[in-house]
C-alpha cells in the first residue's frame, strides 16, 4: 500500500517567516501535485511535479520533487496571512486508476 | 482546468433521511469521477471512484450499501446517503480526472452534510 507522510500536520507563524512543509515516502509516485484548500471549499490545484528532482516556482512558493520520486516539499518564503489554509500533497499511484494517494494535510495559519 | 460543478453546497436533514448529492462536469465530459470524505482540518479520504456506465469502485471499509453512486451520463455522478446518521456528517468532495492517471484531478467546492 502506498502512504505519504506529510509533516508538520500544523503550523502557526507570523507574516514573513519562511515555512517548508514535507511529503516522504517508501513508494515511488509517477507525479505528485499540491492544493491547497480553504475552510468550506475544494482543494485547488497548486502545481504538479513529473520529474525526479524538478523544482518548480510559483511566486513564493518553490515545489521540489525528489530524485528517487519518493518526496516532495513545498517551501514558501515570506509567508503572508493570505497563505493560511490546509496544504495537501497527493501522489499519482502506479496503478494508472487516477487514484490519488492523499498526505495529511499540512494546516497552515500565518499571523499578520 | 476543468470545471466542476456540486450541489448542494451544504444541506441539513433529519436522521434516516436520505441525501443527494450531485456532481457536474461542465466543461469536460468525465468518464471517471472520484468521490471523497473529510473531516475537520483532516486530508481527504477516497471513498469510492465512479466510473461512467458501469459499477463504482469503493474503498475498503465503505459501505456501498450505504453510499449509492450513480454514474449516467459524462457530465453527471450522484452520491446518495443512504438512511443518513449522525456519523455520516462530513464534508463531502467530488472530483474529476481530465486525461490519463498522470493529470491532476479537480474538485468541485465540497457539500457539508450535517445530520441531526
Known amino acids: 500500500t502506498q502512504l505519504l507522510e506529510q509533516s508538520p500536520q500544523f503550523l502557526s507563524i507570523q507574516e514573513g517567516e519562511n515555512l517548508t512543509v514535507y511529503c516522504n515516502s517508501s513508494s515511488v509516485f509517477s507525479s505528485l501535485q499540491w492544493y491547497r484548500q480553504e475552510p468550506g471549499e475544494g482543494p485547488v490545484l497548486l502545481v504538479t511535479v513529473v520529474t525526479g528532482g524538478e523544482v518548480k516556482k510559483l511566486k513564493r512558493l518553490t515545489f521540489q520533487f525528489g530524485d528517487a520520486r519518493k518526496d516532495s516539499s513545498l517551501h514558501i518564503t515570506a509567508a503572508q496571512p493570505g497563505d493560511t489554509g490546509l496544504y495537501l500533497c497527493?501522489?499519482?499511484?502506479?496503478?494508472?486508476?487516477?487514484?490519488?494517494?492523499f498526505g495529511q494535510g499540512t494546516t497552515l495559519q500565518v499571523k499578520p | 482546468g476543468a470545471v466542476v460543478s456540486q450541489h448542494p453546497s451544504w444541506v441539513i436533514c433529519k436522521s434516516g433521511t436520505s441525501v443527494k448529492i450531485e456532481c457536474r462536469s461542465l466543461d469536460f465530459q468525465a468518464t471517471t469521477m472520484f468521490w471523497y470524505r473529510q473531516f475537520p482540518k483532516q486530508s481527504l479520504m477516497l471513498m469510492a471512484t465512479?466510473?461512467?456506465?458501469?459499477?463504482?469502485?469503493?474503498e475498503q471499509g465503505v459501505e456501498k450499501d450505504k453510499f449509492l453512486i450513480n454514474h449516467a451520463s459524462l457530465t453527471l455522478s450522484t452520491l446518495t446517503v443512504t438512511s443518513a446518521h449522525p456519523e455520516d456528517s462530513s464534508f463531502y468532495i467530488c472530483s474529476i480526472m481530465e486525461g490519463s492517471g498522470d493529470q491532476p484531478q479537480h474538485f468541485g467546492d465540497g457539500t457539508r452534510l450535517s445530520i441531526l
Open positions: 465512479s466510473n461512467e456506465g458501469s459499477k463504482a469502485t469503493y
Open positions: 497527493a501522489g499519482a499511484g502506479s496503478s494508472n486508476t487516477g487514484k490519488l494517494i
